[in-house]
């Protein structure tokens, strides 16, 4: 199991807290300094059956307002821009999912 991980985030630091308190083992990453490559996110993308655009934090200062909806061109933007991914994110095998 991993966690997409930004400790800043209150959200993220309750899903990492609820899994230490289950006593689930997980290895951490902290995406905003160890950045997905655009092939990690799409694989991420398709086990959350969602497009980049519906993960995307819509008030950070570098959401692409107007950028059509091009899959490749937003997971380049989401790469470029970590700060965009909605967090935390958890990846446990074939599932994945958004632990808001």
């Known amino acids: 199991m991993e ?6 985030c209150s959200k993220s630091r309750a899903a990492k807290q609820r ?7 997980y290895t951490e990453r902290r995406y905003l300094e160890d950045v997905p490559t655009a092939e990690e996110l799409d694989r991420v993308l398709e086990l ?9 934090r819509r008030k950070e200062t570098a ?3 107007g950028l059509e909806h091009d899959r490749a061109r937003w997971i380049a933007h989401l790469v470029a821009n970590p700060s965009l991914i909605e967090r935390p994110i958890v990846i446990d095998g074939d599932t994945a999912r958004i632990e808001r």
């Open 3 to 8: 966690i997409w991980h930004n400790p800043r």
């Open 19 to 25: 899994l230490d308190e289950a006593g689930i083992a």
């Open 48 to 56: 959350l059956g969602k497009q980049p655009w519906e993960i995307a």
């Open 63 to 65: 959401y692409p307002e």
